[in-house]
C-alpha cells in the first residue's frame, strides 16, 4: 500500500525547545485522497493526527492514524427486466444495461493512542495510556489496550530527542475469525522508544517502536515500527518519507476457499467400463469447491508514504 499525503503542520512558538520549563503544543496533521474512475473505480482515504502538549513536567499525546480503501467490481451487462423466454431457451434480440458495483471496503485499518508521561527526574518518567486500533486485512476487528510503566528520556533537545519506555499492557482483542489457540484477553509487557535527530541544517531522521508481549505465551507478540525522514526545502516546506511495519508473530486466521482442477482418466481406455475416476492436475481440467479451510493471515504488513510537509 503506498500513500502520497500532504501534510500540514502547526507549532506554538516555543514547542520545540532546550527549555524543559517553556510549555507548549504542536500538531501535524496528514491527510491523502486517491481516487480513480473511468475503467477502474477506487477510492483511497488517509488520514494521520498527533496532536502534542508539554508543559513544565508532563507530556500528552494523542494520536490517530486512519488509512480506508474501496475497489469497485468490474461492470457487467444484464438484461432489463422484463423479458421472457421458452423454458430451456434463451433470450432472442434483447438489449443489455450496464451495470456498475458499487465500491466496496478493500482496506479498513485505524489505530488511536493516548499517552500521558510525568517527570520524576532529570531522565526518569513514569506513564499510562490506552490505544485501540483495527487492521481488518490482518484479521483483526477490535484491539483495546491500557498501559502503564516508567521510561528514561535519555535526550531531549532540538538537534536530539531520544526516549525509551517499558510497563505493563492489558489487551483485549477481538479477531474476524475465532480462534481457540489464542487469548482475547491478556496482561502483557510492552516496550516503547521513539526517536529524532537533526542532520545538518535541512535533514531530520525519525523512528518510534512498539511491541507488546503476552506474557502467558511469550510467542504472542505485536510489533509497530516506523522510521522517516525529511529533507527541508525551504523554511516552511519539507518532503517526507516513511516506512511502516505492522508484525504479528501469531496472526489471525482466515476462511479460504478449497478448490481443486480435475481431469477424468479412463486406466484401460474403454469408456463406461466402470474404472474411469478424476486425477487433480495443476492446468487445465475442471474446477470443483471442495468447501473452505482455515489458515494463517501473512504476519507482516508494511505502510510506505511519502509527504509533503508545510509548517508554520
Known amino acids: 500500500m503506498v500513500l502520497w499525503p500532504a501534510q500540514l503542520a502547526a507549532q506554538t512558538p516555543g514547542a520545540d525547545t532546550d527549555d524543559d520549563d517553556n510549555p507548549g503544543w504542536d500538531n501535524a496533521t496528514e491527510l491523502s485522497v486517491v481516487r480513480t474512475g473511468g475503467n477502474a473505480e477506487t ?44 423454458l430451456g431457451g434463451t433470450p432472442e434480440n434483447f438489449e443489455t444495461v450496464v451495470v456498475r458495483p458499487p465500491l466496496d471496503p478493500d482496506v479498513e485499518q485505524y489505530f488511536l ?29 477490535n484491539r483495546n489496550m491500557i498501559f502503564a510503566g516508567v521510561g528514561n528520556t535519555w535526550a531531549d533537545r532540538e538537534s536530539l530527542a531520544l526516549s525509551t519506555a517499558y510497563g505493563f499492557s492489558y489487551t483485549t482483542r477481538e479477531e474476524e475469525e475465532t480462534d481457540g489457540f489464542k487469548a482475547n484477553r491478556f496482561a502483557g509487557l510492552r516496550i516503547n522508544g521513539d526517536y529524532r535527530q537533526q542532520l545538518g541544517t535541512i535533514t531530520t531522521l525519525d523512528g518510534a517502536l512498539t511491541m507488546n508481549v503476552n506474557m502467558t505465551d511469550r510467542s504472542d507478540y505485536s510489533l509497530n515500527t516506523a522510521s522517516g525522514a525529511s529533507v527541508a526545502m525551504t523554511d516552511h516546506l519539507s518532503l517526507r518519507v516513511s516506512l511502516q511495519w505492522l508484525y504479528e508473530h501469531q496472526p489471525a486466521l482466515e476462511e479460504a476457499a478449497i478448490v481443486a482442477r480435475i481431469a477424468l482418466r479412463d486406466p484401460d481406455g474403454i469408456p463406461s467400463s466402470g474404472d ?17 479451510g482455515r489458515l494463517r493471515k501473512d504476519g507482516l504488513d508494511t505502510i510506505l508514504r511519502t509527504a509533503l510537509v508545510i509548517s508554520f
Open 113 to 141: 493512542e493516548g499517552r500521558y508521561d510525568r517527570e520524576l527526574g532529570e531522565r526518569f518518567l513514569w506513564h499510562a495510556g490506552a490505544s485501540w486500533d483495527r487492521n481488518r486485512d490482518a484479521g483483526i476487528r
Open 276 to 292: 474411469e475416476l478424476f486425477e487433480t492436475v495443476v492446468n487445465g481440467g475442471l474446477t470443483v469447491d471442495l468447501g473452505t
Open 43 to 86: 477510492q483511497t482515504l488517509g488520514f494521520s493526527n498527533t496532536l502534542r502538549v508539554r508543559g513544565a513536567a508532563h507530556r500528552l499525546r494523542l494520536r490517530f492514524d486512519g488509512v480506508r480503501s474501496r475497489t469497485g467490481d468490474e461492470r457487467y451487462l444484464t438484461l432489463p427486466p422484463g423479458v421472457r423466454f421458452p
